[in-house]
C-alpha cells in the first residue's frame, strides 16, 4: 500500500515529535525522518504495534499551474509482514494520515 504525503508534513512531524528541524532532500533523509515517526507509533497506532517489513520512499514533484510551481511529495509505500491483516494494514495507514492532518 502506498500513500502521498507532502514533504512539509512530513518536516513538521519530525519537528512536533523529536523537536529538531530536519532537512529532507531526498528519498533517504525522508525514510530516516518517517524511521522516526515511525518508532514513535503510539501517536498514530490505534490498532496496537505496527508490524512492517519496511517503508520505500520516492520523491515525485507535483506541478500546479506552471513548470515552476510545485510541490515536493513523497510517496511512501507500506511493507507489511505477510500474516498482518488488511484491516490492520488499514488501520495503521488511515491512523498515520490522520496524525499528518494534524501536524
Known amino acids: 500500500m502506498k ?11 519530525v519537528r512536533k515529535l523529536e523537536s529538531i528541524e530536519v532537512v529532507l532532500e531526498n ?3 525522508a525514510k530516516e525522518a518517517l524511521d522516526l515517526i515511525l518508532s514513535r507509533s503510539e501517536t ?15 520523491a515525485v514533484q507535483e506541478y500546479s499551474d506552471s513548470a515552476v510551481a510545485y510541490k515536493v ?4 509505500e507500506f511493507v507489511f509482514e505477510d500474516e498482518v491483516p ?10 498515520l494520515q490522520k496524525f499528518f492532518e494534524k501536524v
Open 73 to 76: 511529495m513523497f510517496l511512501i
Open 27 to 29: 528519498e533517504k533523509d
Open 86 to 95: 488488511l484491516a490492520e494494514r488499514v488501520a495503521m495507514i488511515k491512523g
Open 3 to 13: 500513500i502521498k504525503v507532502e514533504k512539509d508534513k512530513i518536516v513538521h512531524a
Open 44 to 58: 498514530f497506532d490505534e490498532g496496537g504495534t505496527v508490524r512492517l517489513k519496511d517503508v520505500n520512499v520516492a
